[in-house]
């Protein structure tokens, strides 16, 4: 309830929110089953794919990948947000057989008609698994590890919420946003897609008021225990 009076407030935009608990089946979800363009946050699951590639004994870290090693590879992606590393990993894998890996977890939304869109609810639920026995204890540290090195673009995350573990996408027209949040002993997977409606240029400011208010709010009430 107190979600929808925050998006009341933004009448301008179109959202799309997921919040999901680690340890039961505690879900909120508003427009969440929407896919969303999801702009540089599909490198997670990009990133997802390539660490259980390192849990099966089919990689390591020190795999080439063009020339590169697949921890630096890793690493330009999801903490510079580096689009040559994300695309390089792309086609080193393949999006059908990432595509194929994600189904049986119930994330069906990646790259929906070759187009690069994912759904809030499939975002949070990614990550939501990937720390939940996806992927192997160390791979998933891994991964929480450097998305708390990860940069946030033209948005600036409140003070409380800097260090977490998240990964940002934006373009002209939306900005995502998914991370994890944490709160007496408690973990919480969040994913917040916002653009106008009208499809016009987004005003960043007006997303970064957005994203910290919704946060705070997930914070201080959703999970409150």
Same mark, same amino acid.
Do not use: C, H
């Given at each position: ?22 340890? =039961? ?8 089953? &929407?896919?969303? =363009? ?13 660490? +259980? ?6 990689? @390591?870290?020190?795999?080439? *990948?063009?020339?590169? @090693?697949?921890? =630096? ?5 999801? *903490?510079? @947000? ?8 792309? &086609? ?5 057989? *990432? ?31 990937? +720390? ?13 590890? *450097?998305?708390? +090195? ?8 409140? &003070? ?39 499809? @016009? ?10 994203? !910290? &208010?919704?946060?705070?709010?997930? !914070? ?6």
């Amino acid at each position: 309830q107190n979600l929808s009076i925050i998006l009341s407030q933004y009448p301008s935009l179109e959202n799309g929110i997921s919040v999901q608990s680690y340890s =039961d089946s505690v879900q909120v979800n508003i427009n969440a089953d &929407t896919n969303f =363009d999801a702009a540089s946050t599909n490198k997670l699951p990009v990133a997802v794919y390539a660490l +259980q590639k390192i849990d099966q004994g089919e990689l @390591s870290f020190d795999s080439s *990948i063009y020339g590169t @090693s697949l921890k =630096d590879t890793l690493e330009s992606m999801i *903490i510079q @947000s580096d689009n040559q590393a994300w695309e390089n990993l792309l &086609t080193y894998f393949g999006i059908q057989n *990432i595509k194929e890996y994600l189904a049986p977890l119930g994330v069906t939304s990646f790259y929906n008609n070759d187009q690069n869109v994912i759904s809030p609810q499939d975002a949070a639920k990614l990550i939501r698994l990937s +720390q939940n026995g996806a992927l192997g204890k160390n791979t998933a540290e891994y991964l929480e590890n *450097i998305m708390s +090195q990860s940069i946030t673009g033209p948005v600036s995350l409140a &003070t409380e919420f800097a260090n977490m573990p998240k990964k940002a996408g934006w373009l002209d027209t939306n900005y995502n946003f998914v991370g994890i949040i944490y709160k007496d002993n408690k973990k919480f997977s969040v994913a917040i897609y916002t653009k106008n409606k009208d499809g @016009s240029e987004l005003d960043y400011q007006i997303a970064q008021d957005f994203i !910290n &208010t919704i946060l705070v709010q997930i !914070n201080a009430s959703i999970i409150a225990p």
